[in-house]
């Protein structure tokens, strides 16, 4: 049980039966008044914001959250397949739930999915991945005429802007929190 | 900002004010931190240092010593509190405060407007003062020339929530409204002085004559931050004995034990003359003096940050 004075940026908590992270946090208290802990936190699972402001007295559950090692499988329709490798334990999660995350999965990668008790609820992705540059211009050496970039598409369809020496069939190393070229990758 | 400037800043701002206080006739003193019994208040949480308690402000010893026939006196001290951290709070931090014997709180805050205005132009080379009588905040001027604005706690509930005074009491909503809803709008074009508390928040102030639902409490706000909190003293001992009975029942509300009842204090309170005193958060006017956004950073060690 966390207690109004645990409450900052950051921590995680549960409210109704569901998961919220603290997004933004302030202690408040006027001269001679009481504590005033006011907080603006995001569910977990829907992604609502909501501002309260608690009170000295309030107690908060800790939601049973826990990250989990699993590999993607497939994908159908709506449904995205992972698969704990140690327990072969199968789950899905809906094309919303994986949001953008979906430009940089490939088959086998390994991902954490958070699991908010035994319901997955998120994934995120190591913050480097190595894809296969599947469609680009090619380069003419000494076109010095162009700009500093070109746009590509790599094996998941995802497209992004690239230096111009990139060609196809490269492999590339995507920064997958931003979405952005880093560099090429030898094999 | 380096931590040299910061000792240089910090130096001269209490230099400054130390010089105010002296050339207008007060004695300085300095009272114990850690004592046997501390004025029960049950919203602020002391820290215990073996079977006594390091002081949660000089209030207790101060009016001790005005007992003992000083007619003014000032301090610059420590004051401990217990799980107050925060942008603006810091579990120990620097108080000034100051007792002025014969005066109310209209003097007080006339005394007020003039220890700012001599800051001011004391600290003219700070970062954030401009023309020796402005502060820049936010990229707005808060100008000191002059009287500062004056709003009562009634007039205030109206004009910034729509709800009186007595509703706000009745939900037990006064301390969130104020926070929330009052405070971000005060002290902008000039410093601001909220005056007359319902009388139930301000266990240490006199009841106004002309209406006992209020109290001669005022604080001090600038660029939304409370920085002052000055009364007009009760003096009256039977009436401060029952405000402590009542502060004691809700501590034992809370679960906590409250202390031993001040009896000395309230002996001694019985040879004061009518009295005002004010309560000035030194960190916090060093705060906006500098343009630093939080208390921690004008401390002269964060100790957030210590390595042992």
Avoid at chain 2, 154 to 180: H, K, M, N, S
Wanted: charged residues 25%; hydrophobic residues 40%.
């Amino acid at each position: 049980m966390f207690s109004a004075s645990d409450l900052r940026k950051g921590l995680k908590i549960q409210i109704d039966g569901e998961p919220y992270i603290i997004t933004d946090f302030e202690f408040s208290k006027p001269g001679k008044g009481q504590a005033l802990y006011r907080t603006k936190m995001r569910n977990m699972i829907t992604g609502n914001q909501f501002t309260q402001t608690y009170r000295s007295n309030d107690k908060f559950e800790k939601p049973d959250l826990e990250e989990r090692t699993m590999q993607f499988l497939y994908s159908q329709d709506d449904e995205f397949h992972f698969m704990d490798t140690s327990s072969y334990e199968q789950i899905f999660l809906t094309r919303d739930q994986v949001g953008d995350n979906i430009h940089f999965l490939v088959d086998n990668m390994e991902v954490q999915v958070l699991f908010f008790g035994e319901r997955p609820i998120d994934i995120s992705l190591p913050i480097f991945v190595n894809l296969t540059v599947t469609k680009a211009d090619p380069w003419v050496r000494g076109d010095t005429s162009g700009t500093d970039t070109k746009p590509v598409t790599v094996e998941t369809g995802y497209q992004l802007q690239v230096p111009p020496f990139v060609e196809e069939g490269d492999k590339i190393q995507i920064d997958t929190r931003t979405g952005e070229y880093m560099t090429r990758v030898k094999e | 900002m380096d931590r040299l400037s910061l000792l240089a800043f910090r130096s001269s701002f209490l230099g400054a004010v130390r010089s105010f206080f002296l050339g207008s006739g007060y004695l300085e003193v300095d009272t114990p931190l850690r004592l046997p019994v501390l004025i029960p208040e049950a919203e602020i949480l002391p820290f215990a240092s073996e079977d006594w308690w390091l002081q949660t402000s000089p209030e207790l010893c101060m009016k001790r010593l005005l007992a003992c026939g000083a007619s003014q006196l000032f301090q610059i001290c420590h004051c401990f509190r217990k799980g107050e951290q925060g942008r603006f709070h810091q579990p120990e931090f620097s108080m000034l405060e100051w007792y002025h014997v014969h005066w109310n709180y209209q003097h007080l805050m006339e005394e007020v407007e003039a220890l700012l205005s001599e800051l001011l132009q004391a600290c003219a080379h700070f970062p954030a003062v401009q023309d020796a009588n402005s502060l820049v905040l936010h990229n707005g001027k808060i100008s000191f020339a002059g009287p500062f604005q004056r709003i009562t706690v009634e007039e205030a509930f109206q004009r910034y929530a729509g709800i009186p005074v007595a509703r706000a009491l009745e939900e037990d909503r006064f301390d969130e409204i104020l926070v929330t809803e009052i405070e971000p709008h005060l002290g902008w074009d000039s410093p601001l002085f909220l005056v007359d508390y319902p009388a139930e928040l301000a266990s240490l102030a006199r009841r106004r004559p002309d209406n006992p639902q209020v109290a001669e409490r005022f604080e001090l706000y600038i660029g939304g931050i409370e920085i002052a909190n000055g009364f007009s003293e009760l003096i009256d001992p039977k009436e401060q004995k029952h405000r402590f009975v009542r502060e004691r029942e809700m501590i034992e509300q809370q679960g906590r034990k409250a202390g031993p009842m001040p009896e000395g204090f309230l002996e001694d309170l019985a040879l004061l003359e009518e009295t005002a005193g004010i309560a000035l958060g030194l960190d916090r006017l060093l705060m906006l003096f500098l343009g630093c956004s939080s208390l921690g950073d004008v401390q002269a060690i964060q100790l957030e940050n210590f390595t042992k």
